[in-house]
């Protein structure tokens, strides 16, 4: 089973600070994605990468910065966290062609921004 | 904007089949319906997909309607660890280029 791992599941930031939330899988797959969630609101992707150095913004990537230096790791960055942007962070993966591309995340990251 | 609307919660006695309803009126003939989970405090967790036919796989089957416009998954013995929101789900898009658009999902209560 392809495994995804979130650095961390809980971090409490001030506003202005630099957040680093790091992906890793173990899978080879060649699509990585970051979501937030909120409540009501369901998954928001923020950005998306199909291979290395290679990012695409999603629907709400204001704020937000992603890298993507090694095809196993996906960095979503907020270069300076506000509390707009506390929330549940998800990332997820999928291999790159035809068929189901299904999803398979990880256990997300809960960022309190104070 | 989501493509899907779905109850916000649903009842179930455990061991019985559980039902849940979505409508995608808007969908197009190529996208596809996936169906997702996420239990408390956990990642979204695949269930099944469909474009036209019936589905069925370990964990549940997939009803889709001759017009496409609505579908129904079914869990057939329902456990009360199927407790979760169940998100339904279209993907629009070419294979090396979707995006999911996600709703609000629907809360499954399982009861003893």
């Known amino acids: 089973d392809v495994k995804v791992t979130q650095s961390s599941r809980y971090l409490v930031k001030r506003t202005g600070e630099k957040v680093f939330l790091e992906c890793v899988q173990d899978?080879?797959?060649?699509?990585m994605f970051w979501y937030r969630q909120d409540p009501g609101l369901g998954l928001r992707l923020i950005y998306f990468s199909y291979d290395v150095k290679m990012k695409e913004k999603g629907d709400i990537p204001e704020g937000y910065s992603v890298s993507r230096e090694k095809k196993e790791r996906f960095s979503l960055i907020l270069e300076s966290a506000s509390t707009n942007q506390t929330s549940m962070y998800l990332c997820?993966?999928?291999?790159?062609?035809?068929?189901?591309?299904?999803?398979?995340f990880g256990a997300g990251s809960r960022l309190t921004v104070l | 904007d989501a493509k899907t609307t779905q109850p916000t919660s649903m009842d179930c006695a455990e061991g019985r089949a559980a039902n849940l309803p979505c409508n995608h009126s808007?969908?197009?003939?190529?996208?596809?319906v996936y169906w997702y989970r996420q239990i408390h405090s956990q990642g979204p967790q695949y269930i099944i997909h469909g474009l036209k036919n019936n589905e069925t796989n370990e964990m549940a089957s997939l009803i889709i309607t001759e017009d496409r416009k609505s579908s129904t998954l079914i869990l057939p013995h329902a456990t009360l660890r199927d407790t979760a929101v169940y998100y339904c789900?279209?993907?629009?898009?070419?294979?090396?280029?979707?995006?999911?658009?996600w709703g609000a999902g629907t809360k499954l209560i399982i009861k003893p």
């Open positions: 997820a993966t999928s291999y790159l062609g035809p068929g189901a591309n299904v999803l398979t």
């Open positions: 899978m080879d797959h060649e699509n």
């Open positions: 808007t969908i197009s003939g190529n996208e596809y």
């Open positions: 789900i279209v993907r629009v898009g070419a294979d090396s280029n979707y995006q999911l658009i």
